[in-house]
Nanobody
């Protein structure tokens, strides 16, 4: 059984920062990819950032230079440091874990960027 739990979402003003955390528990293969996706109302779920267990990161263009993904592999935890937040970053952010072709998802945490 695999379970992912996100935390760290909330309300932040434009230009502010938040750090999201996701802790994965269960039977997890060591060679995996963890990352973050987001979905705003009326829009498709989109990739934000991912990182392999070896530390290779992939970022969506719209967050490059603003967001940083990191991992603590022994704890199967992934973080997303979000800086210079914009109103268009408002979305539900979902933690994702992938290995052996299977995807596991957290329930999501809401990030609202507004005055």
């Amino acid at each position: 059984q695999v379970q992912l739990v996100e935390c760290g979402g909330g309300l932040v003003q434009p230009g502010g920062s938040l750090r999201l955390s996701c802790a994965a528990a269960g039977s997890i293969f060591s060679y995996n990819i963890m990352g973050w996706y987001r979905q705003a109302p009326g829009k498709q779920r989109e990739l934000v950032a991912t990182m392999t267990n070896g530390g290779s990161a992939n970022y969506a263009d719209f967050v490059k230079g603003r967001f940083t993904i990191s991992r603590a592999n022994p704890e199967n935890t992934v973080y997303l440091q979000m800086n210079s937040l914009k109103p268009e970053d408002t979305a539900v952010y979902y933690c994702n874990l992938r290995f052996f072709g299977d995807d596991y998802w957290g329930k999501g945490t809401l990030v609202t960027v507004s005055l």
